[in-house]
């Protein structure tokens, strides 16, 4: 079964979440009849896309929420592992049901175009973790740098990133207004993710790349994706929550 919907601005109740919809994209949501849904996004505006929100609601046969998986897709962070929407163009989003639910409802919270608008009723939390991501971008290429002069074996330096990474967390109030998701959550589990899996490849096509090199790329990669996301929506960036 397929549905298909024309995102405008307005919203639809479901339970005690509210989605808020938003222009300029055209979405289509199927069954793949082996536990996994498929979302489709269509950029039908006139500017390419840099960033969306998405989220799969996994809800049971009453309506009861189960469980809610957030997706933060940003050429700026994610480099051309999520290269910006074109015009015209799609693409598709997967999620696996979860084991007692009924339907899976994916919605778009937001979205960023490359004139600089955004829109949907999370654009706030978008552009926060885009915040959050440089700073922790930042506090990496601090340590990273000091490694660059006294490179440590691989694997204390990624036990020193899993500790960093535990120290931003306690920073997190995950009990503040918990139906919203967390911007500097979601941005630590980008940031370190990226990094920690950069560090973590021993290898670079068919040669093995020096350690010390590795670092270095790293390095440089955190630095170069921090001037992308300040090049993003600066004028945005206040305190974030």
């Not at 979405?27 to 498929?38: C, M």
């Not at 189960?66 to 989003?93: I, V």
């Not at 939390?125 to 959050?132: G, H, P, S, T, V």
């Amino acid at each position: 079964m397929t549905r298909r919907y024309i995102l405008l601005v307005g919203g639809t109740l479901l339970g005690s979440l509210c989605f808020s919809q938003t222009p300029g994209l055209e979405t289509n949501q199927s069954a793949l009849g082996d536990g996994q849904t498929e979302f489709t996004v269509k950029n039908v505006s006139r500017s390419a896309i840099t960033a969306v929100f998405v989220t799969a609601l996994h809800t049971d046969a009453a309506g009861s929420f189960l469980a809610r998986d957030n997706r933060w897709y940003d050429s700026a962070l994610h480099g051309t592992f999520w290269r910006p929407l074109q015009p015209g163009e799609s693409r598709s989003f997967q999620a696996t049901s979860h084991p007692r639910e009924a339907k899976t409802e994916f919605a778009v919270r937001a979205v960023a175009f490359a004139d600089g608008t955004t829109h949907g009723e999370w654009a706030d939390i978008l552009l926060y973790a885009r915040k959050a991501a440089d700073r922790y971008l930042g506090l990496i290429r601090q340590r990273l740098s000091l490694a660059v002069t006294a490179i440590p074996a691989r694997e204390t330096l990624l036990e020193e990133m899993r500790q960093l990474q535990a120290e931003m967390y306690a920073e997190v109030d995950f009990d503040h207004d918990y139906l919203r998701p967390k911007p500097r959550a979601i941005a630590i589990a980008q940031v370190f993710g990226i990094v920690t899996g950069d560090l973590s490849i021993r290898g670079r096509t068919n040669d093995i790349e020096p350690w010390p090199e590795q670092v270095r790329r790293v390095e440089y990669r955190c630095q170069s994706t921090r001037r992308d996301l300040e090049m993003t929506e600066p004028r945005f960036w206040a305190d974030s929550p």
